[in-house]
């Protein structure tokens, strides 16, 4: 199975002139746990909730304040939408990630892919395999 066919295709983008304060906005209006940062249409750091948390409200500092660049993930690692999604699976678990970028063949933005996506498409075959199983064994 391929990436493109599991991620999430909405992407909640900020500027990087927003604060931490926009960012929470942001996910808490799309549902999302994570934000690409954007300048000049350039992918710069990919911001979390917990990066928030950690590095904004954990040290006392207004959110409202903070530019996200000083609180995102700059060395952002992606993935392309034709990888398979073991090969990614692997590659989040290698470098700890629980998100990922997802660009296509001319390196454009085109998804997010968070270990949240897998799971659900994992169980989801998992279920399928079981049925076919009990189904087989009556």
Known sequence: M??????????????AKSTAADAAKK??????GSVLVIDDNQLKGLLTDRAI????????KDPRSVPVTDIMTKDIIGCREDDDIFDVVKMMGENKIRRMPVVNDQSQLVGVV???????????????MFDELSKATK
Do not use: F, P, W
């Not at 948390?53 to 006392?60: D, M």
């Not at 949240?116 to 279920?127: E, K, P, T, V």
């Open 27 to 32: 996910m808490k209006n799309q549902n999302v």
């Open 53 to 60: 948390t950690t590095r904004t409200v954990a040290e006392e």
């Open 114 to 128: 968070s270990m949240s996506d897998i799971a659900q498409q994992m169980r989801s075959g998992l279920d399928s």
């Open 2 to 15: 391929k990436i493109k066919e599991i991620m999430t295709k909405e992407i909640a983008c900020v500027d």
